[in-house]
């Protein structure tokens, strides 16, 4: 059957304000664009947009799918100001010795000024607890989950991870980056069956924001990947498209897996530093609010250039966490080295800080840069303290990296931050702590259109409203531009062709009017 869409403004983004009056649409593809008058006779159903903007479809090219869906039932310690707020909450809500696990508390906003420790949790006795931070980059734990993990003040600090102590050489409950999995992985793993309904609901949500599908990663988290997996066999169906990321502990173990059309595998997935947050990202000089201290190194340089090569002999791509300057400094040095497959290009994820020289030779490769525009209001202004205003020219340069001809995908890193494509495109183009990164609307949707695509090689068949192309599209109420991304409601998420969620409450608030 032959559906056509018309009677709003679709914009293709295959250029900047190009517009067409119609598409027609077949078996998932779009077969047909042009004009109402001439595409109607073809069609067996129409689709009225009445008025509304049609876009390609949003896609995040960075989140964690099956976290946001966790954080969706846990307790939201993003929202919490205080640290007494957090404790008794928390305590309010612990089931005798069942663990309990919850996330998004940020020293940044907390009035105590301080990150939280065992000692603040210690009055509860029988249940481990463990409260990851906002960037995931760092949890704190109370002293049964340390018992529980045999973790004591003369544990080891693992390779790419800090047990944290304090000035007496005792235990304050911290565990950054690496250490993290001494005490994560007591955690009594996950059922395919409990993951199957978290992803649902996650799906669910992120339909709502407009998203017709993620690039995802999360195969090492959920005990075996076979695991996580199953599960998102059994919870996707063609509603919603799913690139799934290898971490670099399963990424040789799936390599027998077959994709499916709505989940695909891609690049391994590595981690090279931390978080600007938590003091872990890898940085060529001191934190300026922390001397002596250049963050965390996630490998040591034999086993990175190890996980490179394993990549490579399999003719696949890395994608690679790296915030600090150095971190990335450290990748490009390998990438250089050992170059992506031909046709291939390597992603690197966030990309924070840089510098010039970096700049110049980051351009020479075939990369693709995933940003995550949200981060600025975010991190801004305590980040400042964190790199001092020398290092700001060339941290967050979301513009300059655009203008220096980087092809760049946008995501959120949910649940870092907000899973909602529209406060990502309104954050990078209205950056208020860096003017003069700001993009321009065209160029912030293409992060989440275009861009997305670009970051898969998917460039010729997503990202676009064009004959060939899927039929994935996102109807919002009003055209996006810098006054109304944080106006503009969802009214539809399409994919391949089929409406998988309408905005209810504005149909009925126009039936009621």
């Not at 069942?98 to 949790?121: F, M, T």
Request: a negative charge; aromatic letters at 8%.
């Amino acid at each position: 059957m032959k559906t056509l869409w018309t009677d709003g403004n679709i914009f293709t983004m295959h250029a900047e304000d190009q517009k067409i009056e119609a598409v027609l649409v077949e078996d998932g593809k779009i077969i047909r664009t042009g004009s109402k008058e001439s595409l109607l006779p073809l069609a067996n159903k129409v689709n009225s947009l009445k008025g509304a903007t049609m876009y390609p479809g949003f896609v995040d090219s960075h989140i964690h799918l099956v976290m946001h869906g966790e954080k969706l039932a846990y307790l939201d310690l993003s929202t919490f100001t205080s640290i007494n707020e957090i404790v008794k909450e928390v305590a309010q809500r612990v089931d005798g010795n069942e663990w309990y696990v919850a996330e998004g508390w940020n020293d940044n906003k907390l009035i105590e000024g301080r990150q939280i420790y065992c000692s603040d949790l210690d009055h509860i006795i029988e249940t481990p607890i463990v409260l990851k931070r906002v960037c995931r980059h760092v949890l704190v734990a109370n002293s049964k989950a340390m018992e529980l993990a045999g973790i004591t003040k003369d544990t080891p600090n693992p390779t790419g991870g800090i047990i944290g102590k304090d000035s007496d050489g005792n235990l304050n409950g911290l565990f950054y980056d690496e250490a993290q999995q001494l005490i994560t992985s007591k955690i009594p793993p996950a059922t395919t069956e409990y993951l199957v309904d978290v992803i649902k609901n996650s799906v669910s949500d992120l339909q709502a924001k407009g998203l017709t599908g993620v690039h995802t990663e999360e195969m090492a988290y959920y005990g075996p990947y076979t695991i996580p997996l199953q599960a998102y066999r059994e919870a996707i169906d063609k509603n919603f498209r799913v690139h799934l990321l290898r971490h670099h502990d399963a990424f040789e173990k799936m390599q027998g897996e077959k994709p499916s059309e709505f989940i695909e595998f891609g690049a391994m997935k590595i981690f090279v530093d931390g978080s600007l947050g938590g003091h872990t990202a890898l940085l060529s000089e001191d934190y300026s609010d922390n001397p002596g201290n250049k963050g965390v190194a996630v490998h040591d340089p034999g086993k990175l250039e190890q996980l490179v090569q394993l990549a490579r002999k399999f003719n696949e791509t890395i994608a690679v966490h790296v915030i600090g300057d150095k971190a990335t400094e450290i990748i490009v040095g390998l990438i250089e080295k050992y170059p992506a497959p031909a046709g291939k290009k390597d992603r690197l994820i966030h990309v924070n800080v840089l510098s010039e020289e970096l700049m110049e030779r980051m351009i020479k490769l075939p990369v693709v840069l995933d940003l995550q525009p949200i981060f600025v209001p975010s991190d801004f202004p305590w980040v400042i303290d964190r790199l001092g205003n020398n290092r700001l020219k060339w941290a967050y340069a979301w513009k300059t990296l655009i203008d220096r001809g980087f092809e760049c995908s946008g995501g959120s890193d949910s649940p870092v931050e907000v899973a909602d494509p529209l406060l990502g495109m309104d954050a990078a183009v209205n950056n208020s702590y860096l003017p003069e990164q700001s993009l321009s609307a065209f160029e912030a949707i293409s992060l989440f259109t275009t861009g997305s695509a670009k970051a898969i090689g998917k460039e010729n068949v997503r990202g676009k409203i064009l004959p060939g192309y899927d039929a994935d599209f996102t109807v919002v109420s009003t055209e996006l531009n810098k006054t109304t991304f944080l106006k503009a409601s969802i009214l539809e998420t399409i994919v391949a062709g089929e409406i998988v969620y309408k905005n209810n409450s504005l149909v009925e608030n126009e039936t009621n009017n």
